[in-house]
């Protein structure tokens, strides 16, 4: 499981939530859909789906790269993880 939770983006796009036009949005194409991007956006999916991210538009009104910021937390749990738990509790 894979999970991203967005929870900041500057206010250079639409009062900091992306339109439909202006990427940045989350696709799983096994289920064809969208989650339109913006802050205080969680999207959970499972890694062996086909998803991706569109790019988002930049607009040339913002001169300065550095006041596009986004924050956020991805946690996802590798496959091999309950495989390294067992050896190191059969280790110990």
Same mark, same amino acid.
């Given at each position: 499981m894979r999970a991203n939770h967005t929870s900041l983006q500057s206010p250079g796009q639409s009062h900091g939530q992306l339109a439909d036009d202006e990427g940045g949005h989350f696709y799983n194409?096994?289920? &064809? @859909?969208r989650i339109q991007g913006g802050p205080d956006t969680v999207v959970a999916w499972d890694p062996e789906h086909w998803h991706g991210t569109s790019l988002k538009i930049i607009h040339q009104q913002l =001169? @300065? $790269?550095? #006041?596009l910021n =986004? #924050? &956020? +937390?991805? $946690?996802f749990t590798p496959e091999r +993880?309950?495989? $390294?738990w067992k050896n190191m509790m059969s280790s110990s």
């Open positions: 194409a096994d289920y &064809g @859909v =001169q @300065v $790269i550095s #006041t =986004q #924050t &956020g +937390l991805s $946690i +993880l309950p495989g $390294i």
